[in-house]
C-alpha cells in the first residue's frame, strides 16, 4: 500500500488490482468446481444402465 501524505494525514491507496485478482481467482475457482461436479454427474448417469422404456399397451392389443 502507498501512503499517501495530505494536511498531516495519512491516508492509505486502495490496491485495486490485488482486489481484482482475487475476485478472478476466487471465479475461477467457482468454476473449476462447477466443471467437476458436472464432470462427475456425467460419470454417474454413463455407469447406470440404461432404464428400460415402459411397455406400450397398444402392442398387446
Known amino acids: 500500500?502507498?501512503?499517501?501524505n495530505w494536511m498531516g494525514?495519512?491516508?492509505v491507496k486502495p490496491n485495486y488490482a490485488?482486489?481484482?485478482r482475487q475476485r478472478d481467482l476466487a471465479k475461477k475457482q467457482?468454476?473449476?468446481?462447477k466443471r467437476q461436479r458436472k464432470a462427475e454427474a456425467q460419470q454417474e448417469r454413463a455407469q447406470q444402465p440404461p432404464?428400460?422404456?415402459?411397455?406400450?399397451?397398444?402392442?398387446s392389443s
Open 30 to 33: 467457482k468454476k473449476e468446481e
Open 51 to 59: 432404464a428400460e422404456p415402459p411397455p406400450d399397451d397398444k402392442t
Open 18 to 20: 490485488f482486489a481484482k
Open 9 to 11: 494525514l495519512q491516508m
Open 1 to 4: 500500500m502507498i501512503d499517501i
